[in-house]
């Protein structure tokens, strides 16, 4: 079975601190990401990796980082929390490629980050 | 518009019932159709994925796709309070690595 881990399940952080939040898969997939997930809007992109060390921005960059050495690792990085920072994170990993199951994402249990 | 879109419901279906889930996306050309399910609580898990045009069948589950209309539909036979979650259509496109999802349907089986 797919694993994909993530460090936290729940978090409470202040207002400036800085985040750290985890995430290891264990198939060795090319891909990962991080989404945020708020009632009524779904899950958005924040960030996503294709490989090692590569980064690209997704719909909602602003206040993140990510961080990518090593293939099984992605971490996503608040750089100073704020209150709207707070929601559910959930990591995902899934191999490129178009065609048939690929592109699947298999999602860790989440991180439900409360910042005060 | 969104880019994908669904009804956020709730959708109440009586237990045996079949449950119809539909989803329509903005983007002419895209290629990977996922249904994925989700527990309160809990991350989302696939159930279905579909690629062409038609109908593909996995147990009680049945996703419909029809490029030409851009809709794609979840049917669940004999619906089982079991059921009961957010049902999250996902698409994804030729080009980059993104695959958008829907906000999700509520979906209430009744015992």
């Known amino acids: 079975d797919v694993k994909v881990t993530q460090s936290s399940r729940y978090l409470v952080k202040r207002t400036g601190e800085k985040v750290f939040l985890e995430c290891v898969q264990d198939?060795?997939?090319?891909?990962m990401f991080w989404y945020r997930q708020d009632p009524g809007l779904g899950l958005r992109l924040i960030y996503f990796s294709y490989d090692v060390k590569m980064k690209e921005k997704g719909d909602i960059p602003e206040g993140y980082s990510v961080s990518r050495e090593k293939k099984e690792r992605f971490s996503l990085i608040l750089e100073s929390a704020s209150t709207n920072q707070t929601s559910m994170y959930l990591c995902?990993?899934?191999?490129?490629?178009?065609?048939?199951?690929?592109?699947?994402?298999?999602f860790g249990a989440g991180t439900r980050l409360s910042v005060l | 518009q969104k880019e994908v879109e669904q009804n956020s419901g709730p959708l109440s279906v009586p237990e045996g019932a079949i449950a119809s889930l539909n989803c329509t996306y903005s983007?002419?050309?895209?290629?990977?159709f996922f249904w994925y399910r989700q527990y309160s609580g809990k991350s989302p898990e696939l159930i279905m994925s579909i690629y062409s045009n038609g109908d593909k069948e996995d147990g009680r589950f049945t996703a419909q796709l029809n490029k030409a209309s851009q809709y794609v539909s979840l049917l669940i036979r004999d619906s089982q309070p079991s059921d009961s979650a957010t049902y999250l259509c996902a698409v994804r496109g030729t080009g980059g690595f993104k695959t958008i999802f829907g906000a999700g349907t509520r979906l209430f089986v009744k015992a």
């Open positions: 198939m060795d997939h090319e891909n």
């Open positions: 983007d002419r050309v895209s290629q990977s």
């Open positions: 995902a990993s899934s191999f490129p490629g178009l065609a048939g199951g690929q592109n699947i994402q298999y």
